[in-house]
């Protein structure tokens, strides 16, 4: 079971959202560019009320190829085999994927605060480990970081979220609750780390088969990064996702990495200015 939303009307534009949230990231977003586009937001596999399908040893289910296949049947579902995509953190691993795999149906993509997940992996520093430790305690071995998500998930997502560069003071009550809501569906604790797992085993052999079969993508990408955030601080993001990609632009916002929530505005004048409406 997809979780999801959709409304306004023009050109088929989807929405992913990142770890540890779910579609509400966009609820900042999604009201101004529904003017212009039917937009369609979806809680990936795992997240929000979206389904938490049973892991498997190698990871799979939860890779970014089955997640990218989830968003391929809900635009299809909605009528739609081709689209433009709008994505943050792990929706816009999840992206990568999608465009990688169906590049018939992904005509541009914007991403929020990533670069590729090897390239990430390949330069991890002492800062970044630091910063992003999270990455490093969910791939460890069941069942030590499902027990410790789910003894308190609130405290979980407050301190990921609240630990960055703006605190807690960017995200509205309301979705702040959902988040936490969400953390405490039963499963949740089991399916981020799954999550993770895959995005540090099986989608990284799946994209060094990319580069082996010299496999690029050829969609126009546009790239944003919080200025105050730890991805352009670490990584030359242009560069590694030119590695990767035919068509790459993009800069800085200033703020950190939950880039919808702390700076709506930047998301939505880069959206109307690089989406096709």
């Known amino acids: ?12 534009l989807l929405l992913l959202h990142g770890h540890p949230q779910t579609h509400v990231i966009w609820h900042r977003v999604a009201p101004l560019l529904a003017e212009r586009f039917t937009v369609v937001l979806m809680d990936l596999r795992g997240y929000g009320d979206s389904g938490r399908p049973t892991p498997d040893a190698e990871h799979r289910v939860y890779s970014k190829r089955e997640m990218a296949a989830d968003a391929m049947a809900v635009m299809q579902h909605h009528g739609f085999d081709r689209f433009q995509v709008l994505a943050h953190d792990r929706g816009a691993r999840v992206a990568h994927r999608l465009a990688a795999d169906h590049p018939q149906a ?39 970081p499902e027990a410790l998500l789910a003894s308190d998930p609130s405290r979980y997502v407050r301190s990921v979220m609240g630990g960055r560069h703006a605190g807690l003071a960017p995200f509205a009550p309301e979705a702040l609750g959902e988040y936490e809501r969400c953390a405490a569906i039963p499963g949740t604790a089991e399916a981020v780390c799954e999550d993770y797992r895959a995005s540090a085993g099986i989608d990284l052999v799946h994209d060094r088969e990319d580069i082996a079969a010299a496999r690029r993508l050829t969609q126009p990408i546009r790239v944003l990064w919080g200025a105050h955030g730890v991805v352009g601080k670490c990584f030359d993001v242009l560069a590694l996702w030119r590695e990767r990609a035919d068509d790459v632009s993009g800069g800085t916002v200033p703020c950190g990495h939950y880039i919808p929530e702390e700076a709506p505005d930047d998301v939505v004048r880069e959206a109307l200015s690089f989406f096709r409406s």
């Open 106 to 144: 992904v005509e541009r993509m914007l991403l929020l605060d990533i670069a590729p997940t090897l390239a990430m992996y390949e330069n991890t520093s002492e800062a970044f480990a630091r910063a992003y430790w999270h990455w490093f305690f969910l791939i460890q071995p069941p069942p030590l």
């Open 1 to 12: 079971m997809l979780h999801g939303r959709i409304g306004g009307r023009g050109p088929a």
